[in-house]
């Protein structure tokens, strides 16, 4: 007899005895396996959501990218998100099957429930696979709910103390989703409290030096409004696309608004400035659009681009022409015409001015000229427009909107940032007077070339400015000493950081600035062999050095340096903070923001 037929005697209320079933220990264990992997699975969603986790494969133009992006992402009519009720349906149903353990089990109306729930996994995994992306986070969701309905159809029904477990689903349901209602509300009123600062920064209008008035080749809407709204987007882009669905309900709502677009691709076809070619086939898309401006003007351009974002800016080679043919157009010729330079000009041109607007991710919004920040919220860009309307600003052509430079643009990010308290260093080699007015404080990895370059920068402004406060703190990238990233990106980081604590151990601060130098100066060179001949012309003795770089004290010193990182929400390098203001950006051809930003941090 199998384990889970087993059945315990006890004595009934009535005086006789009966029995109850009970779960094996096997089959309870394999089932909170499941109900665990569909939680941490459904964590890493709901983090994605409030912006507080990045895990791999949710960056953009992701399978995450687009399940979120897609219209089984929110709950009907609530516009909940789903991986926040799923994750309050899974710890809910942790505790049920838990609790109902002495019972025997769940109950049969809990047993729908799941089931129910199963059903629900199949038509969202059948919605990704007919959407055409994998989003592998809530693929796992699904296996693992699966896989305990799978368990707990092996398990028997339990008995009346487990008939409770409706109960205690909608007890820990409740109690999940409260704390999450609190998440969302603490990230909905910072996101808020950016978006009604862009939002006033708008109906300000704030008279300073900025570029030449800009808007799209093509417009909807009247050429004078009071809200003039241009995006520079990504036909790809599945926030663009958020965006542009959107935009069309307030168009259809108002007259007193114009709209206009511009492009920029994350595809390296034909962006230089594309970090990855993150959106394969985004170029040939604008140059859809572009082409369809040329032939058809303002009407084919619009017909384009609404058809590109209802693809998700994704056709092939025999998809077009068809396409083409029901437009009107002759698709030899047009082939011709987005193939030609011109549109790669237009769509090349939109990319260089959208950097010199300091662009770093699609869709950039300005309304009136002014960039609207906190978009990501569903509505932002609605409740912005009805308050910018709500001002009455008058009605003026794109003469008037002329957006801040990226130059002015990196200092107000700056600006605009929350101050934090830095965490304390035990093992602090920081130069710089400690009451200094300035204090910068870079977390940094030896083998990492930015870090190097922001380092150059740093310790040049810190010798010229007695007023500064400089430390470097690390964050090697390597899951060797580092526990807070996925992936070593630097074999040698955890080594390069352990010769620098070493030589802090041996010499104090200025032999710790001396190898920290050293390092940074020789990334390529690094290795033991070149460590033991440096080491006495850096005022080491080599044997002592390298024993010292493997104590506890000096892998502490690094573990400190990490733990703090992951306090503040650090996730790559280099990581700067100055005056407590981390800095979003730092390099701008032409222009020293470092030093730009220490200049105002220092009161100059």
């Not at 516009?79 to 109950?107: E, I, M, N």
């Not at 703190?473 to 070493?502: D, L, Y």
């Not at 992951?566 to 470092?594: A, E, F, M, T």
Request: charged share 20%.
């Amino acid at each position: 007899m199998s384990t889970d037929a087993q059945q315990r005697s006890h004595p009934r209320k009535d005086g006789q005895t009966g029995s109850t079933p009970r779960l094996s220990g096997r089959t309870f264990w394999l089932g909170h396996g499941w109900l665990i992997l569909s939680i941490a699975a459904a964590l890493v969603l709901a983090g994605k959501h409030l912006d507080i986790l990045q895990a791999p494969g949710c960056g953009p133009g992701g399978g995450c990218a687009e399940a979120a992006a897609s219209v089984w992402a929110t709950v009907p009519l609530i516009d909940w998100p789903v991986s926040f009720l799923g994750l309050a349906y899974f710890v809910a149903l942790l505790w049920a099957w838990t609790a109902a353990r002495r019972g025997g089990g769940l109950s049969k109306r809990t047993k729908y429930l799941v089931r129910l729930g199963a059903a629900l996994s199949v038509m969202f995994v059948a919605a990704m696979i007919g959407g055409g992306y994998i989003c592998w986070y809530c693929l796992a969701v699904h296996i693992g709910n699966l896989g305990f309905v799978a368990t707990m159809e092996l398990a028997p029904t339990g008995a009346a103390a487990s008939r409770r477990s409706l109960a205690w689903i909608g007890g820990a349901f409740a109690a999940v989703t409260v704390v999450e209602l609190g998440a969302l509300a603490l990230v909905g009123r910072v996101i808020q409290q950016q978006q009604a600062e862009s939002t006033q920064r708008i109906i300000d209008a704030p008279d300073e030096e900025r570029l030449p008035a800009f808007t799209g080749r093509y417009r909807l809407g009247p050429a004078a409004a009071p809200i003039r709204i241009v995006v520079i987007s990504d036909y790809q882009c599945p926030d663009c696309r958020k965006i542009e669905f959107e935009l069309k309900g307030i168009l259809s709502r108002r007259d007193d608004v114009s709209l206009s677009a511009k492009q920029f691709p994350f595809c390296t076809a034909c962006n230089r400035h594309a970090p990855r070619n993150m959106h394969p086939n985004a170029c040939w898309a604008a140059r859809a659009a572009e082409a369809a401006g040329i032939l058809h003007g303002n009407d084919g351009f619009w017909q384009m681009h609404r058809w590109l974002f209802d693809r998700k800016g994704s056709f092939t080679d025999s998809e077009l022409p068809s396409q083409l043919v029901q437009f009107g157009y002759d698709p030899a010729e047009f082939k011709s015409v987005m193939e030609g330079a011109k549109t790669l000009d237009l769509v090349q041109g939109d990319i260089e001015e959208a950097m010199a607007l300091g662009l770093f991710q699609t869709p950039m919004i300005f309304i009136n000229g002014v960039q609207l920040m906190g978009w990501q919220v569903p509505g932002t860009l609605s409740q912005a427009v009805a308050a910018v309307a709500a001002s009455k600003p008058p009605t003026a052509t794109a003469i008037a909107d002329r957006p801040m430079s990226a130059l002015q643009k990196y200092l107000a990010d700056w600006r605009d940032e929350k101050t934090r308290t830095m965490p304390p260093d035990s093992h602090d080699w920081a130069v710089g007077a400690e009451a200094a007015r300035v204090t910068i404080t870079l977390w940094g990895d030896y083998q990492e070339p930015n870090t190097a370059e922001v380092d150059r920068i740093l310790r040049r402004v810190v010798g010229d400015r007695p007023e500064t406060r400089y430390a470097f703190r690390h964050f090697p990238v390597n899951t060797k000493c580092n526990p807070a990233i996925r992936r070593t990106r630097h074999v040698g980081a955890c080594w390069a950081a352990q010769a620098a604590e070493a030589a802090g151990a041996l010499g104090g601060a200025q032999g710790y600035w001396r190898m920290h130098e050293w390092l940074l100066a020789n990334q390529s060179r690094f290795n033991d062999q070149t460590l033991r001949q440096v080491a006495p012309g850096l005022g080491f003795d080599a044997d002592a050095l390298l024993g010292e770089m493997k104590t506890d004290e000096t892998a502490q010193a690094i573990a400190e340096d990490v733990r703090a990182a992951q306090g503040l929400g650090v996730r790559g390098v280099p990581r700067i903070y100055i005056n407590g203001k981390r800095v979003p950006r730092w390099k701008l051809q032409g222009h020293d923001i470092l030093q730009l930003i220490i200049d105002e941090a220092a009161g100059n």
